[in-house]
């Protein structure tokens, strides 16, 4: 069996960061884990892959959720990336943070903005801002858009029409006002957290990746993690882990894993035949997501995406573009624009982001809808008060797990929704538009409070920021503490989305970053 220091499994965002920082000392050695492939081909280059690689299963796991009551017992689709890179190859592209104020909520020793502002600027290599907020010399790149699309100052200009402030940088001083969305993207192309940061380093000798190689359960000598039983090429085999194992395998797939090696309810674990470990009954609790409703315009204008014969010359001719310069509709991340808005002044903070997208974006482009052109103005609830979770649907490791992310199960978040359709439909019907308006689709007839209340019920969906299912915290229910150890066992770490405390309001890739600097230096014992 392999012997390694560190064991981690699953390449996503956080397990390259990982990955990347632990290796750069050559006395350690490294093992990832990735169920997925290499994640280096032109559907996850070329920023309009994306198109691709959300609606089907490639490079993607294609989860459902259980029927959701409160959205009329539908089983909405959750798309998370599988292969190096993780969901950050197939994601949106959109550097934000959230709020300041999310991380001093946490409460959480080392983990206030003043404290993770200098981990987010030690990932960030922005292009354009730098100063206080931001770093120039990181990693990951920040970019503005490539694309050049007039619609965006459309956008900007209905916004303004609507009453609505603007800002040039989210991730500031001030999160509020609609803009244009910096993207982690360079030169035209996307920039995964894989080639950020595992591509460069995979020559290094003390780092073995293994792609296709699906962790089962984590090995426990007593109650040490010890290493990792995973399958590969029909094969199963182990790595062993010296120092510690590290899950990284996202909110819907670490729980799972501490689950399958009897960390859980014990009760549920008995009733799957798993022998129990730790009674654990806070893993794969506290789910949360942001969940989003959309808003979808016709548009006569090959300015938006579409399969007219316009719309595909246009592609046509903008991909030979892409080819010269880098620049154009390929390397759209489609939602180009968007904001932090509040629903109601008196708010201390943002309540309502809103992604503005340059396309058909019904149902994640699993329909031949997509084909129309059209644009879209997602609204969704910043700090959703529903909690769900993730369980086991059964003992076998290959299978999918239970996801019941119970939207609208609080119905405060009903509330904020229905604000934010409203204020997306203000600035959708704002006079900028007009040259480009043909008509509302779906929810033309959502007039009313009820109609409105109808139409989300029957349409909303995630925007894909499943979080909080491994929970950090100092309190006995936590799943792990402040230095994102497991509780009640040794060597044993999470980081990824799912040790979020509270979901912050914002996109969540920079955030999880972040998380995996942070945790690299405390693992390094260096962590301020
Ligand atoms: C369609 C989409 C659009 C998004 N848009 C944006 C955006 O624009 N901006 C933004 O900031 N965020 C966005 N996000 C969210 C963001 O990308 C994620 O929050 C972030 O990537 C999560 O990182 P993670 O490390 O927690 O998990 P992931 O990046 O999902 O990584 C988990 C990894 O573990 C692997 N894995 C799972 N189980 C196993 C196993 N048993 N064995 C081995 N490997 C395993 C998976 O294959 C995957 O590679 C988007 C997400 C999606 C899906």
Known sequence: MDEFDYVIVGGGSAGCVL?????????????????GGE?????????????????????????????????????????RGRVLGGSSAINA??????????????????WSYKEVLPYFKRAEGNARLGGEWHGQEGPLPVNDSYTGNPLQQVFLDAARQAGFPQTDDFNGANQEGVGIYQVTQKEGERWSVARAYLHPVLSRPNLKVLTGARARRVLFAGSRASGVEYSRGGRIESVQARREVILCAGAFQSPQLLMLSGIGDAAE?????????????????????????????????????????????????DALRFRRERRGMLTTNIAEAGGFLKSDPKLPMPDIQLHFCVAV????????????????????A????????????????????????????????????KKG????????????????????????????????EAAIRARAETIYHPAGTCRMGADAGAVVDAELKVKGVEALRVVDAS?????????????????????????????S
């Open 93 to 110: 592209m959109i550097y934000t943070r959230g709020h300041a104020s999310d991380y001093d909520a946490w409460g959480l020793p080392g």
């Open 269 to 317: 674990l008995k009733r799957f035949g798993i022998p129990v470990l730790k009674h654990l009954p806070a893993a794969g609790e506290g789910l949360q997501d942001h969940l989003d409703i959309t808003l979808i315009h016709r548009a006569n204008s090959a300015d938006t995406l579409g399969g007219s014969p316009a719309g595909v010359l246009r592609l046509l001719r």
């Open 39 to 79: 994640g280096r081909g032109w559907g996850v280059k070329i920023p309009l892959g994306i198109m691709f690689t959300v609606p089907w299963p490639f490079i993607n796991w294609g989860f459902k959720t259980l029927p959701q009551p409160e959205l009329d017992f539908r089983r909405t689709y959750q798309p």
């Open 19 to 35: 990955a990347s920082r632990l290796s750069e000392d050559p006395n350690l050695k490294v093992c990832l884990l990735e169920a």
């Open 421 to 452: 359709f409203k204020m997306a439909r203000a600035i959708l019907d704002a006079p900028a538009f007009a040259p480009y308006r043909r008509s509302e689709m779906f929810t033309a007839k959502a007039q009313t409070d009820a109609e409105i």
């Open 382 to 417: 910043l700090r959703p008060r529903s909690r769900g979770r993730v369980s086991l649907a059964s003992a076998d490791p290959m299978a999918a797990p239970a996801i019941d992310p119970r939207y609208l199960s609080d119905a405060a978040d009903l509330d904020v929704l």
């Open 499 to 527: 040790v979020m405390p509270r979901l912050i309001a914002g996109n969540t890739n920079a955030p999880t970053v972040m998380i995996a600097e942070k945790a690299a230096d405390l693992l390094r014992g260096t962590a």
């Open 361 to 380: 974006v019904h149902n994640h482009g699993r329909t031949l809808r997509h084909l129309l052109h059209g644009y879209s103005l997602h609204a969704c």
